[in-house]
């Protein structure tokens, strides 16, 4: 007679605090949950499985870092993501909850009657508080029946629309010859899955063209987005 003995292993994902100076299991890796329960600023690229702020706490991602998260975002605090910083969940998937925010940092550099074409990378970003001094009729949408940018629709209570470009003229206080460089900021919560914008064809071979713009806090490659299943509709 043989007596087998099995043994029976429940693998449970990694958990590592951050407690505002340390980590206290060990740097997160790609398979790793991880909480932050201090205040953090990036010195390195991340990478994690699934990521909670507790409230009271804020994350932030410093330009030319990245979070890449594998899993689930519980935001009960702030995370900040710089200019040229990166916040990316991988999977549609993957969902964002907590009643905690994002502030996305973006880098223009505007005379007063120049134009930024702007998409936000959150849910909820009024559009006039956005550029604060910016006059209220120097907001504009693109419309693509008659290839001009209007104001239709447009007022106090607007909210960026996902994945939709906007053209936004420089604020009344910049030079009309010399460009100020500043940071504007999109305040909400970040977007994340697919986000999808019905594009415009009227008839006309001059028709067609639709102002959309990258709706998430993180770079997108446009020689991906432009080949594969787009190279043959996008020119």
């Known amino acids: 007679f043989w007596l087998v003995v ?18 206290s299991n060990g740097v997160p890796k790609d398979n790793t949950d991880v909480v932050i329960a201090g205040n953090y600023n990036s010195t390195a690229n991340l990478s994690v499985k699934n990521f909670t702020i507790n409230e009271g706490y ?10 890449t998260i594998f899993g689930n975002f ?15 969940q991988t999977s549609n998937d993957s969902t964002y909850s907590g009643f905690g925010g994002a502030i996305i940092r ?31 009729d120097y907001f504009f949408r ?17 909210i960026f629309e996902p ?24 305040n909400g919560f970040p977007n994340n899955g697919r986000i999808t914008v ?7 071979v001059d028709k067609g063209y639709n102002l959309v713009g990258n709706p998430y806090p993180s770079n997108l490659s ?10 043959n509709v996008i020119f």
Not at 113 to 127: A, E, H, M, R, T
Not at 142 to 158: I, V, W
Not at 163 to 186: C, L, Q
């Open 106 to 136: 973006k880098e223009a550099n505007l005379k007063q009657k120049d134009y930024n074409y702007w998409c936000s990378p959150v849910i909820g970003q009024n559009l006039y508080n956005f550029s604060v001094g910016t006059p209220t």
């Open 198 to 204: 019905t594009l415009k064809k009227s008839a006309g």
């Open 163 to 186: 994945g939709v470009g906007y053209a936004i003229r420089g604020k009344n206080s910049y030079s009309p010859t010399t460009p100020t460089k500043e940071t504007f900021t999109f």
């Open 58 to 67: 804020v994350f932030t991602i410093n330009s030319n870092y990245r979070l």
């Open 74 to 88: 519980i935001n009960n605090g702030t995370i900040v993501v710089d200019n040229d910083a990166v916040l990316i």
């Open 6 to 23: 099995f043994s029976i292993i429940t693998y449970r994902a990694q958990t590592t605090t951050w407690n505002g100076t340390s980590w």
């Open 142 to 158: 693109y419309k693509e029946s008659n290839d001009r940018f209007e104001t239709t629709g447009l007022n106090s209570l607007s």
């Open 222 to 231: 446009f020689k991906a987005f432009a080949t594969g299943l787009n190279k």
